[in-house]
T-cell receptor, first 118, second 114 residues
Framework: EAGVTQSPTHLIKTRGQQATLRCSPI?????VYWYQQALGLGLQFLLWYDEGEERNRGNFPPRFSGRQFPNYSSELNVNALELEDSALYLC?????????????????FGPGTRLTVL | AQSVTQLGSHVSVSEGALVLLRCNYSSSVPPYLFWYVQYPNQGLQLLLKYTSAATLVKGINGFEAEFKKSETSFHLTKPSAHMSDAAEYFCAVSEGSSASKIIFGSGTRLSIRP
């Protein structure tokens, strides 16, 4: 069974540009989560999608957005890139939210996309 | 508001020795608690989770953690360290509410000495 895949592996952008990161969940998983792992800030929850809808987001500005497609893959878009957006962006998937608490699902993580903003 | 503190950014033990990684949490409601492991250049992997069932939780690779409400702790232990345990370990807390957010600790890097 294929795991969670992310592309690209590395992405280099300049300040002010837009970045698009992609994630394919494990087959059969409907929930996709995005996390940012930045140096000095640790691992932070960004976004959660399930069945095509944004279900929750962490404390990030609106220039961090995304979507989930009908095949449950997901895209994370970061607009107006800033230097501090440089980080490893991790995607995870799970079978789907166990009401009422999705984070009790076991999440399976991809290897991440390393975004560098120059 | 929920928070999690991991004591010790770096822990070093000898192969075969006890591993103890400390995690303390703060939560206004009964929490859900997790330990994740991140091997070099890889994503995270769930080691174990506490979801209000048994207070002693057994996970993968011989790790276990005990939920102690009176101490607001969820320390991770393994009786005998193996070289392959070298990695970064993250404790995380999530409140059992519909708000559905998760907060991670700053991580503890575990090194194993031969």
């Amino acid at each position: 069974e294929a795991g969670v895949t992310q592309s690209p592996t590395h992405l280099i952008k300049t300040r002010g540009q837009q970045a698009t990161l992609r994630c394919s969940p494990i087959s059969g998983h409907t929930s996709v989560y995005w996390y940012q792992q930045a140096l000095g800030l640790g691992l932070q929850f960004l976004l959660w999608y399930d069945e095509g809808e944004e279900r929750n987001r962490g404390n990030f500005p609106p220039r961090f957005s995304g979507r989930q497609f009908p095949n449950y893959s997901s895209e994370l878009n970061v607009n107006a890139l800033e230097l501090e957006d440089s980080a490893l962006y991790l995607c995870a998937s799970s079978l789907g939210p166990l009401a009422p608490h999705p984070f009790t699902d076991t999440q399976y993580f991809g290897p991440g996309t390393r975004l560098t903003v120059l | 508001a929920q928070s999690v503190t991991q004591l010790g950014s770096h822990v070093s033990v000898s192969e075969g020795a006890l591993v103890l990684l400390r995690c303390n949490y703060s939560s206004s409601v009964p929490p859900y608690l997790f330990w994740y492991v991140q091997y070099p250049n890889q994503g995270l992997q769930l080691l174990l989770k506490y979801t209000s069932a048994a207070t002693l939780v057994k996970g993968i690779n011989g790790f276990e953690a005990e939920f102690k409400k009176s101490e607001t702790s969820f320390h991770l232990t393994k009786p005998s360290a193996h070289m392959s345990d070298a990695a970064e370990y993250f404790c995380a807390v999530s409140e059992g509410s519909s708000a559905s957010k998760i907060i991670f600790g700053s991580g503890t890097r575990l090194s194993i000495r031969p």
